[in-house]
């Protein structure tokens, strides 16, 4: 599951990143790890090693 955000149409990812950028303006956006809501429960350790890579998590 490691890797950038899964999302179902490539589009819904540069709809997305662009309302966040109106709504947002100042705001640093970086790439995270897609997690799904199904895939929550088990999303665990990849959010952790994603926190650590960033620097915000020990």
């Known amino acids: ?3 950038p955000a899964r999302i179902g149409h490539p589009l819904a990812i540069v709809k997305t990143t662009a309302i966040y ?10 790439d995270g790890p ?12 990849i959010v952790r090693a ?9």
């Open 34 to 45: 897609g997690v799904r809501g199904e895939e929550a429960a088990a999303s665990e350790p």
């Open 50 to 58: 994603w926190l650590q890579r960033i620097g915000l998590l020990a």
């Open 1 to 3: 599951m490691e890797g």
């Open 21 to 30: 950028r109106r709504t947002c303006r100042g705001a640093t956006l970086a």
